[in-house]
């Protein structure tokens, strides 16, 4: 065996995997379904019943089985790459023990409309995870009920404007603020729920500027939707007087606390005077994001905006669970049902095997590691990090490889590609591109210094081959299943096939 080189030597499998139902053989089964005890027919109405089963594919479990593996094999992920690359995302490392948790008969056989005395023990755990983010962000009452980030700040902003109208303003406050390195489900939200979106852009030093806030607060103004630490990972100092300005303005403050891996133990969304705020469970509390679902957002309110929580919530009379629909004022539901149960678990797990030292502890980790890395970064020839010159970031940092580019041609973009070679990624940064040829990152508490290291390693890789052979990096992948992905076929509905249906008749033209 020789000894192991200066960077990991990667070479994605490839094999040209058919989907399952050109795979399909008939006549194979891989289980073998049991009949219902009660026959359809008799069971469900004439106009819901089936004229032909469903075209389902056939296939033993071995190809089944064959199939999801080698899918597998021409993925990354956290658990098969340093995947500190997917900025702004917070991955980490998921514990497999809280996966056996989900998979257990009593949570992966709940059925959402099962009577509440019997499932005391899922709700159980909705309320106690509800308490612990509560204490978590200071607010005094969070829900569970949106399935997503985004769908999280949208509760919020519903929940903003049920504020104001019923204190009868709303026609008057339908401006929203926030800033450019918010994330952008913060204007998105706002913008879809009816209000005008006030963006603010950074000051000299990358901080959101309190001058232009000044500016734009007034009678018109419903709330500010702002993200601390920003996606730079520069934390806003003057945090508590960006809220004192919009309170006094007669607005409410909205923290997007999707960035709070850095923060946790250490500050809190009600100690800066936070009327609401959300987590994002599948970032912070470590449940998967699973391709970007489903995930799991809490949102955290304070007393006076109780009334409009998403409904049902859920209650505790000292002796049972229940989920109280009676709520009048409330928004309304945010999803069917209440939230994505499995996540709910698997945060309320790690919550538990941490506890409130260790939160803290995380957060800590996650700061050492990424002020290390950056500390790496920036020795690499070609990049900076705009902004707060010399200061410390929390737990991510927005990089630029303008230099880099001036000087090679070779853009972000293309050593994001480049990097699938050596058995990782990165993102480059949301748009618009405000910080030029960007580059986020972002390490959690769950990467070693050597994975860091080596992480650095690949890029001052990539860079010296585009000081020295650029074509090396713009013609990249070399060692991947797939080249460059085609922007043509994501903009046409014409190549869209999401069902099977779907691709017979575009990609295979039956």
């Known amino acids: 065996m020789g000894a192991k080189p200066p960077l990991r030597r990667f070479h994605q499998a490839s094999w040209d995997e058919p989907l399952l139902f050109e795979l399909s053989s008939p006549g194979e089964r891989g289980v073998q379904v049991p009949a219902p005890e009660v026959p359809f027919d008799d069971a469900l109405p004439a106009g819901l019943r089936r004229q032909d089963p469903p075209g389902l594919p056939e296939l033993s479990q071995l190809h089944v089985l064959r199939h999801y593996l080698r899918l597998s094999q021409e993925n990354l992920g956290v658990d098969l790459n340093i995947d500190v690359g997917q900025g702004t995302c917070t991955m980490k490392y998921s514990p497999k023990i809280n996966d056996q948790f989900v998979r257990d008969p009593g949570v992966a056989e709940l059925h959402p409309l099962q009577d509440e005395r019997t499932v005391q023990g899922v709700l159980e755990i909705v309320y106690r995870l509800e308490r612990m983010l509560a204490e978590i962000s200071g607010m005094d009452h969070v829900t569970l009920q949106p399935g997503a980030g985004s769908a999280a700040i949208y509760t919020n902003v519903a929940m903003i404007r049920a504020y104001f109208a ?31 979106v006030i963006t603010l852009y950074p000051d000299a030093d990358g901080y959101p500027d309190l001058e232009a806030l000044k500016a734009a607060v007034g009678p018109r103004t419903a709330a500010l939707l702002i993200t601390n630490p920003e996606d730079t ?152 990090a705009p902004y707060a010159e010399g200061r410390r970031r929390i737990e991510q940092v927005r990089y630029s490889w303008a230099e880099l580019t001036e000087d090679t041609g070779v853009h972000s973009d293309d050593i994001g590609v480049r990097a699938a070679d050596f058995g990782t990624h990165y993102w480059t940064s949301h748009h618009p591109f405000v910080v030029p040829e960007p580059m986020t990152l972002e390490p959690t508490e769950s990467y070693s210094k050597a994975d860091l290291d080596e992480y650095a390693a690949i890029l ?8 020295e052979d650029a074509d090396v990096v713009r013609t990249a992948p070399h060692n991947s299943t797939v080249h460059r992905v085609r922007p043509d076929t994501l903009d046409s509905s014409e190549t869209w096939a999401v069902t099977w249906r779907a691709y017979r008749r575009k990609i295979l033209g039956e």
């Open 233 to 384: 990972g520069i934390f806003n100092p003057r945090i508590e007087e960006f809220v004192r300005v919009v309170h006094e303005a007669g607005g409410l403050a909205c923290y997007d606390q999707a960035n709070a891996n850095g923060i946790l133990g250490i500050t809190r969304a009600r100690d800066a005077g936070f009327d609401l705020c959300h987590f994002n469970l599948h970032k912070t509390f470590s449940t998967p994001h699973a391709c970007g679902g489903p995930a799991a957002g809490a949102c955290g309110v304070t007393d006076a905006l109780a009334p409009y929580l998403p409904r049902p919530t859920v209650e505790f009379d000292g002796a049972s669970y229940w989920l109280n629909d009676d709520r009048p004022a409330s928004v309304g539901k945010i999803r069917p049902f209440y939230g994505v149960i499995p996540n709910l678990v698997r945060a309320y797990a790690w919550i538990m095997s941490l506890g409130a030292e260790g939160l803290r502890e995380v957060a800590e980790i996650a700061v050492l590691n990424n002020n290390y890395l950056m500390k790496k970064v920036l020795e690499i020839r070609g990049v900076s």
């Open 460 to 467: 001052a890789e990539v860079a010296r081959e585009a000081y």
């Open 166 to 196: 019923a204190c009868g303003e709303l026609e008057q406050r339908d401006e929203i603020i926030t800033t450019i390195f918010s994330h952008p489900s913060n204007a998105a939200c706002a913008k879809t729920a009816g209000f005008k």
